[in-house]
């Protein structure tokens, strides 16, 4: 299946995809067309995976054009909220339901785009994520472990990707 030529232009742009089935998080993570770079679903059928990757895809394609850094964006979709942003030339999309609604979720996105950054020094671009690749999983594992919600601290995870105890007991 082919996705839309705006996504198969030469800007790179990676999709960061947390999103919600039976634990309140999941995660995939794919190029701009559509390639899947990580995923981690649990329990998640595969056709629901599907139907998830070409609807973020579509989603992105559709309404991320023209926003600006950090700019958030609210969709509601099957009883689940999805808040999404761009971040440099990645597009952050978090989906949840039950307990992670849209202010939830907001939060949670605002920590993700802190810590990109932190890793990466400025927005990224797809090469410098590349470059970055395993710190800034170690950064998502942190904020959100097995689909719950775990560090929300930014300096907390900042000692955490630097493999250091953390100070507090």
């Known amino acids: 299946k082919r996705f839309p030529a705006e996504l198969a ?32 679903f649990n329990g998640v059928p595969a056709e629901e995976r599907l139907h998830w990757r070409s609807f973020l895809v579509k989603l992105g394609a559709d309404n991320l054009k023209g926003v600006k850094n950090e700019e958030l964006l609210v969709a509601c979709h099957k009883s689940v909220y999805i808040v999404y942003t761009m971040l ?16 939830a979720l907001a939060e949670t996105i605002y920590i993700i785009t802190a810590a990109v950054k932190d890793v990466c ?46 100070s507090e007991v």
């Open 9 to 40: 232009n030469n800007t790179a742009r990676i999709m960061i995809f947390l999103s919600s089935f039976f634990l309140p998080c999941d995660s995939f993570f794919a190029n701009s067309v559509g390639n899947v770079l990580i995923e981690r």
């Open 121 to 166: 020094g400025k927005p990224p671009t797809e090469r410098v994520f590349l470059d970055k690749y395993g710190r800034i999983c170690l950064c998502l594992d942190e904020i959100v472990w097995n689909g719950l919600l775990e560090n929300t601290d930014k300096d907390r995870i900042k000692r955490l990707i630097r493999l250091q105890p953390p």
């Open 88 to 103: 440099g030339d990645v597009s952050i999309f978090l989906v949840g339901k039950d307990e992670y609604d849209e202010l």
